[in-house]
């Protein structure tokens, strides 16, 4: 919410502090967009500087492995790295074969200095991973070694097929998939490794003068001209500048370690596009920011708090996940990255050594150790097991965070909260939470009360939730220096807070005015934050409340890139640099693990929103893209950002529906609102500059639209919610690009303004304003797959087609093929849909036939990781319907029943339809207008197995 | 009136008798309003408002038939369907089906959740009584706003007639004291004319002791030839004449024109002043009559006055037709009526940092006395503000609220 800097206070609203005001008014920019002045480029960081330039004219020589041997329990390959000129320094290599095909490569110093140490990433991997005896295609001979990742029970040559080929000097990791060389590591030749090195005493602070000059010789260097390398041993000036002390826009980053980057680079040999990398506000298909006449800025992985965020750029925003996709109609594999600290990724198109057009990528991090993990796919699903497995799949959410989000900065008292819920009701708009931005709060205390304007928040509470409403509250991780606020000096006495170089506490700017953080990497410190939940420490809560994490980059607003000193320290004095992209997974976690252990029986899931995030967080809850704006430019990348984040496992997302700064015109709200209510998260937001914008404000026909596409996304909330769950079997995404379910057409590559949800549902959301037509592309030519309107049920063919786009219309499609459950009628709110009856939407393929599954439980605790739920398929084939367990039988009890099945694409209309348990005869039509059959109360229950047959 | 009793009576026992038990069938007419109720009788359905029919037994069978949503009034089957609650003791209703058995209890009477969890309680007398205590009050409120609207709109004919009396007065005093304006620039011409007569006597006289006394001077000057500051002499010599010259000219003659001059000067200046003040309110009264005061000129009432609203940080300012302030701060100047004098909109206020220039909507209602209330700021600087008045208070309201009095006993 660096969104909140423009912030004036607000005529009505009680006036800021003096200081604090004229501290807003420094830090905004008037200007529509980003400041870049405040964001590092690569050029602007020390270590991707001389790491990306310096590797165009890489003189340090290679590196080589000079020793190789099995680990005793034959589980890992243990060997050492030297650089050519550096043979004094070696490095420990361990590479090990994860169950699932995976190969895991780490890389630290052999010799650690004593008083330094290099961070690995702690409690993102799933603790469940597990490794497999190495086994040796090729034993290591002074050239060369190989050993596959396929399990023990496959045949040799498939062994062979799928190995990772390991060449001797210069150190090259090949990993092959089904006999195709597949990802290249050090392809280029671009490893480094900064070892860790003690300050030495005289050139220990260069003179501005040297530093000067310094720049001007990189900047030469950037122009092409080479510099002679010299040893570490003997460091010039002019390579220790930025080494030990750094400045950027006015802070200073003292750099006590020194110099610890690590670099390498992957080749996706024979690969079509690569996807992944997120948080960027680009393109799903990456582009190329290096290379022939390419001039681009390398993807930067740095969370933090982009004010007034564009389009179309490599900068880094709220989140990372540093995992790459490569795919091409081969195969799909995938290199997961795993590192905290700052991160540059270039991409750059390549031959691979057999000549073919490739992908490489080179990775440059700040520190830590370097650990990552090539995924030998081979197909988009295997990719996503095998990522889920690593990190784990989505928490399945409440059924109730599915449905729709009515958020403003900010409902601005319990009045408002009414009224607004009242409004929801007049105009007949389901939704399900009502969210409270940081005027809630009693001065940003956060988990305390505003009391003149929420005297009763837990009777608020109780008023929505007799709607089976709920409420979410704000709760961001920066705490008000305030002594008398009981955070703040319980923290501070129990010492929990992030400390600044100095050790003291850190201090920052940020909504409360002076803050510090806590310092969530500590186990102790999350258990404590998470004791806050609790009812009785955050007064008036009641369980209709919900959280929201924002801030949680961190930001900071007088900060270096409105983030925290890179040399501020956490709990065992690792560096925050070490850790900065973690802190929002961290807090986060922190958060959801409150909500949890709040109730008693610890069995309600929690759901907390988050703006920052890392690989894993899709295990703790939501993210949302951040600060948006309300242009037609930012709804259109909202599908890219989403897809990207639900490839990379981050599934449960969404945009700011209306765009969070600026005031929508009404055409782009309805056509906003449209598109969010089909992705997976679905909130309207506004900044409190904004004016009001909430569904009804704008009058026909955009209420009506904006009802509609509200009201589709409930009656879809059975197949979202089945989607949910398939994920945690499955680790698919929910919103997933075209290619992932038509691997092999090339041409899908590269789409991303449509998509599909689950492997049912195609949508292509209208992002432009006045468009009158779009072109659709439905893809399966070649397997002859037909879609259905599902709006008039008219049948189209595979193929691009053009589609008048009134305000009204969404573009969606079902897939021939496809069963999806729907519940039509509507409500106030999802809970209040739960008892409601089903209608199953069949539509058929060319030969007849289709597949779909239910995932029903009771829809917000954990029991259904017992068991106790349903999970059961439909499948039309023969003119027979059939309703069955997936897998094993079911448990969970239902009354609901199915009310309608509708069935598209029936070739003849039956006679009869019979419900086998019984020979009852069922009563259907055929509606000759949408070309659909309807059976007519088929009074048939989920909770047990059934066949319908068609005579 | 017989009919409907009968037929609320009779629905009221079959709500009585489904509402027990709501495992048995509904009945067809159930959640229908008295208007359409026959229309669910019969054999067929035939929806109300989209062309199918549907055998009797469709009717409120939980399942939704008719694209209207008409054939399941009394189920949430249909989504885009009606329910209507009797709510006997208080007012019938629609609701919308999404409501029915939704777990809220929606209906006074309860008829909504006949079927779900919730177990509601029949509250419609109390609020049936709470509702008629309103109108009365209401009433009361529109009587006596109507009453002093009456009395506003008699002041605002006096005051019109009034203004447009002194209006045509004041444009006939204009003339005259142009007139008398006129006549005493003429007199103080002639007077003006005197005083030049009476000067070029006094000089005359003056030209003659000139002559006398240029001998005299002559020789002394040149005696003082050789003085080389002889222009300084002169000068003073000069004073010193004139000074002599004025003492001359302080006859009794001239003294009384001067004064004469000055008293008409007086006399011309303040029938000026007066007219001014005249023209100035003709202006006053020129744009006041070319103002809306709406029907009946009865906002004129609020013309000319400020109310005041204290909130917990700032006072606001409202002055009907003129301005509104939110302490020192402009939140616009009077633009404009809109929807049928029901609001005022002020605009043009006080730029707004990073915003909009301010302004303030202000909502007129019915009111037994003129009172600003609930001040507001929905958007960013734009406010909203609630203005009572028995200006607003219209008899068709009165009678509505009457009417619906009526019924509810």
Same mark, same amino acid.
Request: net charge negative; charged share 30%.
């Given at each position: 919410?660096?969104?909140?800097?423009?912030?004036?206070?607000?005529?009505?609203?009680?006036?800021?502090?003096?200081? +604090?005001?004229?501290?807003?008014?420094?830090?905004?920019?008037?200007?529509?967009?980003?400041?870049?002045?405040?964001?590092?480029?690569?050029?602007? %960081?020390?270590?991707?500087?001389?790491?990306?330039?310096?590797?165009?004219?890489?003189?340090?020589?290679?590196?080589?492995?000079?020793?190789?041997?099995?680990?005793?329990?034959?589980?890992?390959?243990?060997?050492?790295?030297?650089?050519?000129?550096?043979?004094?320094?070696?490095?420990?290599?361990?590479?090990?074969?994860?169950?699932?095909?995976?190969?895991?490569?780490?890389?630290?110093?052999?010799?650690?200095?004593?008083?330094?140490?290099?961070?690995?990433?702690?409690?993102?991997?799933?603790?469940?991973?597990?490794?497999?005896?190495?086994?040796?295609?090729?034993?290591?001979?002074?050239?060369?070694?190989?050993?596959?990742?396929?399990?023990?029970?496959?045949?040799?040559?498939?062994?062979?097929?799928?190995?990772?080929?390991?060449?001797?000097?210069?150190?090259?990791?090949?990993?092959?998939?089904?006999? #195709?060389?597949?990802?290249?590591?050090?392809?280029?030749?671009?490893?480094?490794?900064?070892?860790?090195?003690?300050?030495?005493?005289?050139?220990?602070?260069?003179?501005?003068?040297?530093?000067?000059?310094?720049?001007?010789?990189?900047?030469?260097? #950037?122009?092409?001209?080479?510099?002679?390398?010299?040893?570490?041993?003997?460091?010039?000036?002019?390579?220790?500048?930025?080494?030990?002390?750094?400045?950027?826009?006015?802070?200073?980053?003292?750099?006590?370690?020194?110099?610890?980057?690590?670099?390498?680079?992957?080749? +996706?040999?024979?690969?079509?596009?690569?996807?992944?990398?997120?948080?960027?506000?680009?393109?799903?298909?990456?582009?190329?920011?290096?290379? #022939?006449?390419?001039?681009?800025?390398?993807?930067?992985?740095?969370?933090?708090?982009?004010?007034?965020?564009?389009?179309?750029?490599?900068?880094?925003?709220?989140?990372?996940?540093?995992?790459?996709?490569?795919?091409?109609?081969?195969?799909?594999?995938?290199?997961?990255?795993?590192?905290?600290?700052?991160?540059?990724?270039?991409?750059?198109?390549?031959?691979?050594?057999?000549?073919?057009?490739?992908?490489?990528?080179?990775?440059?991090?700040?520190?830590?150790?370097?650990?990552?993990?090539?995924?030998?796919?081979?197909?988009?699903?295997?990719?996503?097991?095998?990522?889920?497995?690593?990190?784990?799949?989505?928490?399945?959410?409440?059924?109730?965070?599915?449905?729709?989000?009515?958020?403003?900065?900010?409902?601005?008292?319990?009045?408002?909260?009414?009224?607004?819920?009242?409004?929801?009701?007049?105009?007949?708009?389901?939704?399900?939470?009502?969210?409270?931005?940081?005027? &809630?709060?009693?001065?940003?205390?956060?988990?305390?009360?505003?009391?003149?304007?929420?005297?009763?928040?837990?009777?608020?509470?109780?008023?929505?939730?007799?709607?089976?409403?709920?409420?979410?509250?704000?709760?961001?991780?920066?705490?008000?220096?305030?002594?008398?606020?009981?955070?703040?000096?319980?923290?501070?006495?129990?010492?929990?807070?992030?400390?600044?170089?100095?050790?003291?506490?850190?201090?920052?700017?940020?909504?409360?005015?002076?803050?510090?953080?806590?310092? +969530?990497?500590?186990?102790?410190?999350?258990?404590?934050?998470?004791?806050?939940?609790?009812?009785?420490?955050?007064?008036?809560?009641?369980?209709?409340?919900?959280?929201?994490?924002?801030?949680?980059?961190?930001?900071?607003?007088?900060?270096?890139?409105?983030?925290?000193?890179?040399?501020?320290?956490?709990?065992?004095?690792?560096?925050?640099?070490?850790?900065?992209?973690?802190?929002?997974?961290?807090?986060?976690?922190?958060?959801?693990?409150?909500?949890?252990?709040?109730?008693?029986?610890?069995?309600?899931?929690?759901?907390?929103?988050?703006?920052?995030?890392?690989?894993?967080?899709?295990?703790?809850?939501?993210?949302?893209?951040?600060?948006?704006?309300?242009?037609?430019?930012?709804?259109?990348? %909202?599908?890219?950002?989403?897809?990207?984040?639900?490839?990379?496992?981050?599934?449960?997302?969404?945009?700011?529906?209306?765009?969070?700064?600026?005031?929508?015109?009404?055409?782009?709200?309805?056509?906003?609102?449209?598109?969010?209510?089909?992705?997976?998260?679905?909130?309207? &937001?506004? &900044?409190?500059?904004?004016?009001?914008?909430?569904?009804?404000?704008?009058?026909?026909?955009?209420?009506?639209?904006?009802?509609?596409?509200?009201?589709?996304?409930?009656?879809?909330?059975?197949?979202?919610?089945?989607?949910?769950?398939?994920?945690?079997?499955?680790?698919?995404?929910?919103?997933?690009?075209?290619?992932?379910?038509?691997?092999?057409?090339?041409?899908?590559?590269?789409?991303?303004?449509?998509?599909?949800?689950?492997? %049912?549902?195609?949508?292509?959301?209208?992002?432009?304003?006045?468009?009158?037509?779009?072109?659709?592309?439905?893809?399966?030519?070649?397997?002859?797959?037909?879609?259905?309107?599902?709006?008039?049920?008219?049948?189209?063919?595979?193929?691009?087609?053009?589609?008048?786009?009134?305000?009204?219309?969404?573009?969606?499609?079902?897939?021939?093929?496809?069963?999806?459950?729907?519940?039509?009628?509507?409500?106030?709110?999802?809970?209040?849909?739960?008892?409601?009856?089903?209608?199953?939407?069949?539509?058929?393929?060319?030969?007849?036939?289709?597949?779909?599954?239910?995932?029903?439980?009771?829809?917000?605790?954990?029991?259904?990781?017992?068991?106790?739920?349903?999970?059961?398929?439909?499948?039309?084939?023969?003119?027979?319907?059939?309703?069955?367990?997936?897998?094993?039988?079911?448990?969970?009890?239902?009354?609901?029943?199915?009310?309608?099945?509708?069935?598209?694409?029936?070739?003849?209309?039956?006679?009869?339809?019979?419900?086998?348990?019984?020979?009852?005869?069922?009563?259907?039509?055929?509606?000759?207008? &949408?070309?659909?059959?309807?059976?007519?109360?088929?009074?048939?229950?989920?909770?047990?197995?059934?066949?319908?047959?068609?005579? | 009136?017989?009919?409907?009793?009968?037929?609320?009576?009779?629905?009221?026992?079959?709500?009585?008798?489904?509402?027990?038990?709501?495992?048995?069938?509904?009945?067809?007419?159930?959640?229908?309003?008295?208007?359409?109720?026959?229309?669910?009788?019969?054999?067929?359905?035939?929806?109300?408002?989209?062309?199918?029919?549907?055998?009797?037994?469709?009717?409120?069978?939980?399942?939704?038939?008719?694209?209207?949503?008409?054939?399941?009034?009394?189920?949430?089957?249909?989504?885009?369907?009606?329910? @209507?609650?009797?709510?006997?003791?208080?007012?019938?209703?629609? =609701?919308?089906?999404?409501?029915?058995?939704?777990?809220?209890?929606?209906?006074?009477?309860?008829?909504?959740?006949?079927?779900?969890?919730?177990?509601?309680?029949?509250?419609?007398?109390?609020?049936?009584?709470?509702?008629?205590?309103? !109108?009365?009050?209401? /009433?009361?409120?529109?009587?006596?706003?109507?009453?002093?609207?009456?009395?506003?709109?008699?002041?605002? =004919?006096?005051?019109?007639?009034?203004?447009?009396?002194?209006?045509?007065?004041?444009?006939?005093?204009?003339?005259?004291?142009?007139?008398?304006?006129?006549?005493?620039?003429?007199?103080?011409?002639?007077?003006?004319?005197?005083?030049? /007569?009476?000067?070029?006597? =006094?000089? $005359?006289?003056?030209?003659?002791?000139?002559?006398?006394?240029?001998?005299?001077?002559?020789?002394?000057?040149?005696?003082?030839?050789?003085?080389?500051?002889?222009?300084?002499?002169?000068?003073?010599?000069?004073?010193?004449?004139?000074?002599?010259?004025?003492?001359?000219?302080?006859?009794?003659? @001239?003294?009384?024109?001067?004064?004469?001059?000055?008293?008409?000067?007086?006399?011309? !200046?303040?029938?000026?002043?007066?007219?001014?003040?005249?023209?100035?309110? =003709?202006?006053?009264?020129? $744009?006041?009559?070319?103002?809306?005061?709406?029907?009946?000129?009865?906002?004129?009432?609020?013309?000319?006055?400020?109310?005041?609203?204290?909130?917990?940080? @700032?006072? @606001?300012?409202?002055?009907?037709?003129?301005?509104?302030? /939110?302490?020192?701060?402009?939140?616009?100047?009077?633009?404009?009526?809109?929807?049928?004098?029901?609001?005022?909109?002020?605009?043009?206020?006080?730029?707004?940092?990073?915003?909009?220039?301010?302004?303030?909507?202000?909502?007129?209602?019915?009111?037994?006395?003129?009172?600003?209330?609930?001040? /507001?700021?929905?958007?960013?600087?734009?406010?909203?503000?609630?203005?009572?008045?028995?200006?607003?208070?219209?008899?068709?309201?009165?009678?509505?609220?009457?009417?619906?009095?009526?019924?509810?006993?």
């Amino acid at each position: 919410m660096i969104k909140k800097q423009e912030r004036k206070s607000s005529s009505l609203m009680p006036t800021f502090c003096v200081i +604090f005001f004229v501290f807003l008014v420094t830090m905004t920019s008037l200007v529509e967009s980003v400041d870049h002045s405040k964001f590092k480029t690569c050029g602007d %960081s020390n270590f991707c500087k001389r790491n990306r330039i310096n590797h165009e004219n890489n003189k340090e020589g290679f590196y080589r492995l000079t020793s190789i041997q099995l680990s005793d329990d034959k589980h890992s390959i243990l060997g050492d790295i030297v650089q050519n000129n550096n043979e004094a320094q070696p490095l420990s290599l361990k590479i090990q074969v994860y169950k699932d095909r995976m190969v895991r490569v780490t890389v630290v110093e052999k010799n650690p200095l004593a008083n330094k140490k290099r961070y690995h990433v702690q409690d993102v991997l799933l603790p469940t991973i597990s490794t497999l005896p190495l086994e040796w295609v090729e034993k290591p001979n002074d050239k060369q070694f190989s050993f596959t990742y396929e399990s023990s029970q496959a045949d040799s040559q498939t062994k062979k097929n799928n190995r990772v080929q390991v060449q001797i000097n210069p150190f090259v990791l090949d990993l092959y998939v089904n006999g #195709e060389l597949s990802i290249s590591t050090n392809d280029k030749g671009l490893f480094t490794f900064e070892h860790m090195r003690e300050k030495i005493a005289q050139i220990d602070k260069p003179a501005p003068e040297e530093i000067k000059q310094q720049e001007q010789v990189d900047l030469n260097k #950037e122009e092409g001209e080479q510099q002679d390398q010299q040893q570490e041993e003997k460091p010039t000036t002019n390579e220790v500048a930025g080494l030990w002390e750094e400045n950027f826009s006015g802070h200073q980053d003292s750099k006590p370690h020194g110099p610890m980057a690590i670099g390498l680079d992957f080749t +996706f040999a024979g690969s079509q596009t690569i996807y992944g990398i997120p948080e960027h506000s680009t393109s799903l298909a990456l582009k190329t920011t290096k290379g #022939e006449g390419i001039n681009e800025q390398p993807y930067r992985l740095y969370n933090l708090d982009v004010f007034e965020y564009e389009i179309d750029k490599t900068m880094a925003l709220y989140g990372a996940v540093p995992l790459i996709i490569s795919h091409d109609t081969s195969k799909t594999v995938a290199l997961f990255w795993l590192n905290a600290a700052e991160t540059f990724v270039d991409i750059e198109d390549v031959v691979d050594k057999q000549n073919r057009k490739s992908k490489n990528t080179h990775w440059i991090s700040e520190t830590g150790a370097m650990d990552f993990f090539l995924l030998a796919g081979p197909t988009p699903t295997d990719i996503f097991k095998q990522y889920a497995t690593l990190t784990g799949t989505t928490a399945l959410p409440q059924l109730f965070s599915l449905g729709y989000h009515q958020c403003r900065w900010n409902y601005k008292s319990e009045d408002d909260v009414k009224d607004v819920d009242e409004k929801f009701d007049e105009n007949n708009i389901p939704y399900d939470v009502i969210w409270l931005d940081i005027e &809630h709060t009693d001065g940003k205390r956060y988990f305390t009360w505003d009391k003149n304007n929420f005297p009763t928040p837990a009777d608020m509470q109780n008023i929505i939730g007799a709607k089976q409403r709920k409420m979410v509250t704000i709760v961001d991780p920066h705490i008000k220096r305030d002594n008398n606020y009981y955070i703040h000096s319980e923290a501070t006495s129990k010492g929990y807070y992030v400390k600044n170089k100095d050790n003291n506490d850190y201090e920052g700017w940020c909504w409360p005015g002076s803050s510090s953080y806590l310092d +969530f990497t500590s186990k102790e410190v999350r258990s404590w934050w998470s004791s806050n939940f609790a009812y009785d420490r955050y007064k008036d809560s009641t369980p209709n409340l919900y959280i929201w994490n924002d801030m949680n980059e961190p930001s900071v607003f007088n900060g270096p890139e409105v983030s925290m000193h890179k040399d501020a320290k956490h709990h065992g004095d690792v560096e925050h640099r070490d850790i900065h992209n973690l802190y929002g997974f961290y807090y986060h976690m922190a958060t959801a693990d409150g909500l949890v252990q709040r109730n008693k029986e610890q069995n309600d899931r929690s759901f907390v929103l988050s703006r920052a995030f890392f690989a894993g967080s899709q295990r703790i809850g939501a993210i949302w893209t951040g600060d948006n704006a309300a242009q037609w430019s930012h709804l259109e990348i %909202s599908n890219p950002m989403l897809l990207s984040l639900n490839l990379a496992g981050i599934t449960f997302s969404g945009a700011d529906v209306g765009g969070f700064f600026g005031n929508p015109e009404p055409e782009l709200l309805a056509r906003w609102y449209q598109a969010g209510a089909f992705q997976p998260f679905f909130r309207g &937001h506004a &900044h409190i500059d904004s004016r009001r914008r909430e569904p009804w404000l704008f009058g026909e026909p955009y209420t009506s639209v904006i009802r509609e596409a509200i009201v589709k996304r409930y009656s879809y909330l059975p197949l979202w919610y089945t989607t949910f769950y398939q994920n945690t079997l499955t680790g698919a995404p929910v919103m997933r690009p075209l290619w992932v379910e038509f691997p092999k057409e090339e041409a899908l590559f590269k789409i991303d303004d449509q998509f599909m949800v689950g492997d %049912s549902l195609l949508v292509k959301p209208v992002t432009k304003q006045g468009q009158t037509t779009t072109s659709v592309i439905l893809p399966g030519k070649d397997t002859k797959q037909v879609w259905y309107d599902v709006d008039t049920g008219k049948q189209y063919p595979a193929s691009t087609i053009e589609v008048e786009t009134p305000l009204e219309k969404i573009p969606v499609y079902q897939r021939g093929g496809s069963v999806i459950p729907k519940k039509e009628r509507i409500r106030r709110s999802s809970s209040q849909m739960k008892h409601d009856p089903y209608t199953i939407q069949i539509a058929l393929s060319t030969d007849q036939s289709a597949y779909g599954e239910l995932f029903v439980d009771d829809e917000h605790s954990f029991a259904y990781q017992k068991g106790d739920f349903i999970y059961k398929s439909f499948t039309f084939k023969d003119n027979v319907l059939t309703y069955k367990d997936v897998n094993k039988s079911s448990s969970f009890k239902s009354n609901n029943k199915i009310e309608k099945i509708v069935i598209y694409g029936l070739k003849s209309v039956p006679k009869t339809i019979v419900a086998a348990s019984g020979d009852r005869k069922l009563e259907f039509e055929y509606d000759k207008e &949408h070309s659909r059959l309807i059976i007519r109360k088929p009074e048939l229950s989920i909770d047990n197995n059934w066949t319908l047959s068609f005579k | 009136m017989m009919m409907r009793l009968n037929i609320l009576i009779v629905s009221s026992l079959l709500f009585l008798i489904i509402g027990l038990s709501y495992s048995k069938p509904l009945s067809k007419d159930y959640g229908v309003s008295p208007e359409e109720i026959e229309f669910y009788k019969g054999e067929k359905f035939n929806c109300l408002r989209s062309n199918k029919q549907v055998p009797i037994s469709q009717v409120n069978d939980d399942y939704c038939d008719c694209p209207d949503g008409t054939d399941e009034p009394g189920t949430s089957a249909c989504s885009n369907g009606h329910f @209507y609650c009797i709510n006997k003791g208080h007012k019938g209703q629609f =609701i919308a089906s999404s409501f029915v058995n939704d777990g809220v209890c929606d209906c006074c009477d309860g008829s909504d959740e006949y079927s779900s969890m919730m177990k509601c309680k029949n509250t419609c007398n109390e609020l049936g009584k709470e509702m008629r205590e309103k !109108q009365l009050q209401d /009433q009361e409120k529109y009587a006596q706003g109507l009453k002093k609207k009456a009395e506003m709109i008699k002041d605002a =004919i006096e005051v019109m007639e009034s203004k447009t009396a002194s209006l045509e007065k004041l444009r006939k005093e204009i003339e005259p004291i142009n007139q008398e304006i006129k006549e005493l620039e003429v007199l103080k011409e002639n007077k003006d004319k005197e005083k030049q /007569q009476e000067l070029d006597k =006094i000089k $005359e006289k003056e030209e003659e002791f000139k002559a006398k006394t240029t001998l005299e001077t002559t020789n002394e000057e040149k005696q003082q030839q050789d003085i080389p500051d002889n222009d300084v002499v002169k000068e003073i010599e000069k004073e010193l004449k004139e000074n002599e010259e004025k003492e001359q000219l302080t006859s009794e003659v @001239y003294d009384e024109i001067l004064k004469g001059i000055e008293q008409l000067e007086k006399e011309i !200046q303040t029938k000026r002043d007066s007219l001014r003040d005249k023209q100035n309110e =003709i202006q006053k009264i020129e $744009e006041m009559l070319k103002m809306d005061f709406g029907k009946n000129n009865v906002f004129l009432a609020l013309y000319g006055k400020c109310f005041d609203l204290k909130t917990k940080e @700032y006072t @606001y300012t409202l002055c009907p037709f003129d301005r509104a302030n /939110q302490g020192g701060t402009s939140l616009g100047k009077f633009e404009k009526w809109e929807n049928d004098y029901e609001n005022m909109l002020f605009t043009n206020g006080q730029q707004c940092w990073g915003g909009p220039k301010r302004s303030i909507k202000v909502s007129l209602e019915c009111g037994s006395e003129n009172e600003a209330y609930d001040v /507001q700021e929905p958007g960013k600087c734009e406010y909203t503000i609630k203005l009572k008045t028995p200006a607003s208070c219209d008899e068709e309201h009165l009678k509505v609220l009457l009417l619906e009095n009526d019924h509810s006993f």
